[in-house]
T-cell receptor
Framework: DAGITQSPRHKVTETGTPVTLRCHQT?????MYWYRQDPGHGLRLIHY???????DKGEVSDGYSVSRSKTEDFLLTLESATSSQTSVYFC??????????????FGAGSRLTVL | SQKIEQNSEALNIQEGKTATLTCNYT??????LQWYRQDPGRGPVFLLL?????KEKRKERLKVTFDTTLKQSLFHITASQPADSATYLC????????????FGAGTRLAVHP
């Protein structure tokens, strides 16, 4: 997954603890996204960013916050993890292409287990 | 609200046959549609994009059609190979927000030798 790195790749935590997932890109793309993927639901957008300090909510944003203080880093924070947040989290980046088309490049994913 | 539907059942085909996957959407008219491939344990990888004014798009053994009247896209893999086994996702831009994509749940394709 050239140009985009997620960390940690695997994490096990307990209910009620805070968790931060990091997405780092070297492509200097403007747009960054956090999705979660669960069986039967596919990819669902949590939050996205359209520039430094510019973020917006996706369809499943409750219980999550994000921050983007630099172009290359997009952090996803679970303030108090719950078992329902056990999932695989994918970061994606994009640069808006011709005609407004937006093609995403995904990271390798971060598997989070909340016990 | 916008909704994307892909066949949740796995598609099993013999090597050399053509695989056809379906993506149906409701409640809006997207300017384009995309297909991604996802292998187990990895992130999705972009394959093809087709715009609303294009009926068909081809890339090597891949062909995508886009019927805006039926609100449906078909994804074909001709002369399929076991290496084509993966989950295929379709994606559409969110209405009014072209910088965001929504994804279908994906269809798993298994190509048997």
């Amino acid at each position: 997954d050239a140009g985009i790195t997620q960390s940690p790749r695997h994490k096990v935590t307990e209910t009620g603890t805070p968790v931060t997932l990091r997405c780092h890109q070297t492509e200097n793309h403007r747009y960054m996204y956090w999705y979660r993927q669960d069986p039967g639901h596919g990819l669902r957008l949590i939050h996205y960013s359209y520039g430094v300090k510019d973020t917006d909510k996706g369809e499943v944003s409750d219980g999550y916050s994000v921050s983007r203080s630099k172009t290359e880093d997009f952090l996803l924070t679970l303030e108090s993890a719950t078992s329902s947040q056990t999932s695989v989290y994918f970061c994606a980046i994009s640069e808006q292409g011709a005609g407004g088309a937006n093609v995403l490049t995904f990271g390798a994913g971060s598997r989070l287990t909340v016990l | 609200s916008q909704k994307i539907e892909q066949n949740s059942e796995a598609l099993n085909i013999q090597e050399g046959k053509t695989a056809t996957l379906t993506c149906n959407y409701t409640n809006y008219s997207p300017a384009y549609l995309q297909w991604y491939r996802q292998d187990p344990g990895r992130g999705p990888v972009f394959l093809l994009l087709i715009r609303e004014n294009e009926k068909e798009k081809r890339k090597e053994r891949l062909k995508v059609t886009f019927d805006t009247t039926l609100k449906q896209s078909l994804f074909h893999i001709t002369a399929s190979q076991p290496a084509d086994s993966a989950t295929y996702l379709c994606a559409l831009p969110v209405s009014g927000g072209y910088n965001k994509l929504i994804f279908g749940a994906g269809t798993r394709l298994a190509v048997h030798p």
